[in-house]
C-alpha cells in the first residue's frame, strides 16, 4: 500500500533527521545500561533488540550491561527468601548471591543474547567473571545518618578494575557484547555488582562517546515532579545536595554522574517504558529523557 503525502513526509522527516547523529557517531561505543520494565514486557524486549541491531548496522557500537532485578526477586520467592535493600543495593548473602549468578550469567544473559540475535544481531553473553572481565572488591556501605557506620551487605562489590580486551576483540568483529554484573576479588569470591555501577565504570574504560540507561521514570525529576535535561555535573551534584536525588536513583545517576566526569562525553536517563526508546534519545533531536554533559 502506498504512503499518503502526510504520512511519506513524514517518515522521510524523521529519517533525515536521524542522518547527522548516525555521521557523528559512526564508529563510537555506547554502552547502554539495559533493565527495568524493558526487560520484562513483550514489546518493550523486542523495540530494544531491534533498536541495538540497527545501532550496529549504521556504525554505532553499543555494549550492554544488564540487571535483573525482578527476576532475581522471583527466583528469591521461589526459595523462601525476600530481597532486602540497604541505599538501593541488594544485601547479598551466600545463597542470595548462587541465585544472583543463576539469574543473570545464565537467564537473563541468555535471553538478552537470544533476542538480539533472532532480531538479526550478533550478541555474545559475557559474565563479568569471564575473563576475569570485572576485578572487584568487597563493598562496605555508609551509614545513611551516621556516614562513619560502616554495613555490611555480603557478598556485594564495587569495581576495582576491568579489562577490556574481550569487549575490544567482539566489538571490532561486529558482536555486541552483552555483560552480566558478576565480579570476582582476589579470592576467587564472586561478587554481586550493582549493574548501573558497572556501566559506568565500563563507559569510562571504553572510553565511550555517551552512557544510556534505561529506567522507569521519565527521567531525572525535579520536586514537583517535572523533568529535567540537559543538566551538568556541577547541577547534579546540587541535586544530590538537596535530597532531590535519592533512593534507588542514587546509583544511576551516582555512575552517570562519576562517568561525565571522567571523559564520557554525555549520559542519558532514559524511560525504558517508552518503544524504540534508544533509537529516539540517540537519533533524534527531542529525545525522551534526562541528559547529562560534562559541562
Known amino acids: 500500500m502506498a504512503l499518503n503525502g502526510t504520512t ?30 524493558a526487560m520484562t514486557e513483550e514489546r ?20 550492554i550491561v ?36 543463576m539469574v543473570l550469567g545464565g537467564q537473563v544473559n541468555t535471553d538478552i543474547v537470544n533476542l538480539i540475535n533472532q532480531h538479526g544481531g ?18 562496605m556501605m555508609r551509614g545513611k545518618d551516621n556516614p562513619e557506620e560502616l554495613i555490611d551487605i555480603g557478598q556485594v562489590g564495587e569495581v576495582e578494575s576491568i579489562d577490556p580486551e574481550v569487549i ?20 576467587g569470591e564472586s561478587y554481586n555488582i550493582n549493574a548501573d555501577l558497572v556501566a559506568g565504570k565500563l563507559a569510562e ?21 517535572n523533568l529535567l535535561t540537559g543538566l551538568t555535573a556541577k547541577q547534579i551534584d546540587e541535586l544530590f545536595a538537596d535530597g532531590t536525588i535519592s533512593g534507588g ?11 561525565v566526569k571522567n571523559g564520557v562525553n554525555s549520559c542519558h536517563i532514559i524511560d525504558g517504558r517508552v518503544e ?5 534519545e540517540i537519533l533524534t533531536n527531542e529525545g525522551v529523557g534526562t541528559q547529562i554533559k560534562r559541562r
Open 276 to 280: 524504540h526508546a534508544i533509537l529516539l
Open 66 to 101: 544488564h540487571g535483573g532485578g525482578p527476576q532475581i526477586d522471583d527466583q528469591l520467592r521461589k526459595v523462601g527468601k525476600k530481597g532486602e535493600f540497604v541505599q538501593g543495593m541488594r544485601v547479598t548473602d551466600a545463597e542470595t548471591m548462587d541465585v544472583v549468578e
Open 205 to 225: 574504560i571504553l572510553k565511550a562517546e555517551k552512557l544510556v540507561v534505561l529506567t522507569n521514570t521519565t527521567g531525572v525529576l525535579d520536586k514537583k515532579g
Open 122 to 139: 550478533r550478541a555474545v553473553g559475557l559474565s563479568g567473571t569471564d575473563g576475569p572481565l570485572i576485578r572487584a572488591r568487597k563493598m
Open 44 to 63: 518493550l524486549k523486542h523495540s530494544f533488540a531491534s533498536d541495538i541491531v540497527l545501532l550496529k548496522l549504521v556504525g554505532i557500537n553499543p555494549v
Open 249 to 259: 536513583m542514587l546509583p544511576k545517576i551516582g555512575s552517570a554522574l562519576d562517568a
Open 8 to 37: 511519506a513526509e513524514l517518515k522521510a522527516k524523521i529519517l533525515a533527521e536521524a542522518l547527522p547523529y548516525i555521521q557523528r557517531f559512526h564508529g563510537k561505543t555506547i554502552v547502554i545500561k539495559y533493565g527495568g520494565n
Open 168 to 187: 575490544t576483540v567482539l566489538t571490532a568483529h561486529n558482536f555486541v557484547p552483552v555483560i552480566a554484573p558478576v565480579g570476582v576479588g582476589k579470592d
